[in-house]
C-alpha cells in the first residue's frame, strides 16, 4: 500500500465523501491509522426473532410485485423490516438517519444505529457498490469510536438482497471485513440471528 495523503487538513468530508472517493478501501481507513482485515469472520449467531420466518415469506411474496431500483425501496421493503423486528425483540433503541459530528473529517448521518448494552451496530443500506459502502460503514464505527469509547462496535452494509458484516476492534486499530456475503429472503433468519446476537451479546468479540 502507498504511503499517500488523501484528507486535507482543511477540508470537510461526510460519510458519504469516503463512498465517493476513488481510492483503494485500505488507503482510505488508514488516514485514520486503521487496517482492514478481510476474511472469513466467526459471528456470534442467536435464534432470530419470532417473526422472522413471517417476515420471510412476506418478502418471497413481495419481490415480484415491487421494484427495488431504488435506493429507498430497498431500504423500506428489505432493511427497514428486518432491523425492526430485531429491535422489537431485543427491546433496543433503533435509530434512522442518526446524525453524528465528530469533527470536519468525520460527519454526516448513519443510516439506522441500534443501541444494545455497551454495544452499538451501525447499518449503511446503498443500492450498488457494496464495497464503497463497507468503506463508508467503517469510516462511521471510526466515528462512533470517538464518542461511544466504551462500546463494542459492529458494523453491516446490505443492498437490501445482500448483507455484509463487519467490526471495529478500535483498541488494535484494526477494521474487519467478512468475506461472506449473505441473502436475503433465503438466508434471512442467519442474517437476524446475527443482528440479534451482536445487539445483545456485548462480550463477544
Not at 10 to 34: C, H, K, V, W
Not at 71 to 85: K, N, S, Y
Request: with cysteine; charged share 20%; hydrophobic share 45%.
Amino acid at each position: 500500500m502507498l504511503n499517500i495523503s488523501i484528507l486535507k487538513e482543511n477540508e470537510s468530508y461526510t460519510f458519504r465523501s469516503y463512498f465517493e472517493m476513488p481510492y483503494e478501501p485500505d488507503e482510505i481507513l488508514a488516514q485514520f491509522g486503521y487496517q482492514l482485515e478481510i476474511g472469513e469472520w466467526t459471528w456470534p449467531v442467536a435464534p432470530a426473532p419470532p417473526q422472522t420466518p413471517v417476515l420471510k415469506d412476506r418478502i418471497r411474496q413481495l419481490l415480484p410485485l415491487v421494484s427495488l431500483t431504488s435506493e429507498t425501496a430497498r431500504r423500506e421493503l428489505l432493511v427497514a423490516p428486518v432491523l425492526t423486528e430485531v429491535a422489537l425483540h431485543c427491546r433496543v433503541p433503533l435509530r434512522l438517519e442518526y446524525p453524528l459530528m465528530v469533527n470536519n473529517w468525520l460527519k454526516g448521518s448513519l443510516d439506522y444505529l441500534l443501541r444494545g448494552k455497551n454495544i452499538l451496530l451501525v447499518v449503511e443500506a446503498q443500492k450498488d457498490d457494496l464495497t464503497r459502502a463497507f468503506v463508508q460503514m467503517a469510516v462511521e464505527m471510526i466515528a462512533l469510536t470517538q464518542v461511544e469509547q466504551q462500546a463494542q462496535i459492529y458494523g453491516a452494509v446490505t443492498m437490501g438482497p445482500i448483507w455484509q458484516f463487519g467490526q471495529i476492534l478500535a483498541d488494535q486499530q484494526v477494521i474487519k471485513q467478512d468475506l461472506t456475503l449473505y441473502r436475503v429472503p433465503e438466508e434471512l433468519e442467519t442474517i437476524a440471528g446475527i443482528l440479534t446476537a451482536m445487539v445483545s451479546n456485548p462480550s463477544q468479540s
